[in-house]
């Protein structure tokens, strides 16, 4: 069973920065994709970002140009570094990890809240 370990959430003032990790349980050498979801409250899931086994990156329109995904597979950890927080970026920020088979794991999630 993989598992997905997040931290680096917390709180912060609209204008900051957080650097988000994601820590996975096996290696990240041959694996399909990682990314980033996040969940505001009474909202849906939405997609944030993706990093692919080839290190092709993609985001969702909100969020280019504030955050960078990246990987170390060195470290089996992968990063979401996003700055110029605003506090419509408020949410539970979830990783997930997409094997070969195309089956998905996720984390427990991190919570990030943006003071305005």
């Known amino acids: 069973q993989v598992q997905l370990v997040e931290s680096g959430g917390g709180l912060v003032q609209a204008g900051g920065s957080l650097r988000l990790s994601c820590a996975a349980s096996?290696?990240?050498?041959?694996?399909?994709?990682m990314g980033w979801y996040r969940q505001a409250p009474g909202k849906q899931r939405d997609f944030v970002a993706i990093?692919?086994?080839?290190?092709?990156?993609n985001y969702a329109d909100s969020v280019k140009g504030r955050f960078t995904i990246s990987r170390d597979n060195a470290k089996n950890t992968a990063y979401l570094q996003m700055s110029s927080l605003k506090p419509e970026d408020t949410a539970v920020y979830y990783c997930?990890?997409?094997?070969?088979?195309?089956?998905?794991?996720w984390g427990q999630g991190t919570q990030v809240t943006v003071s305005s």
């Open positions: 997930y990890l997409l094997n070969v088979l195309k089956k998905d794991y």
């Open positions: 096996i290696s990240l050498f041959g694996i399909n994709a």
């Open positions: 990093i692919t086994s080839g290190g092709s990156t």
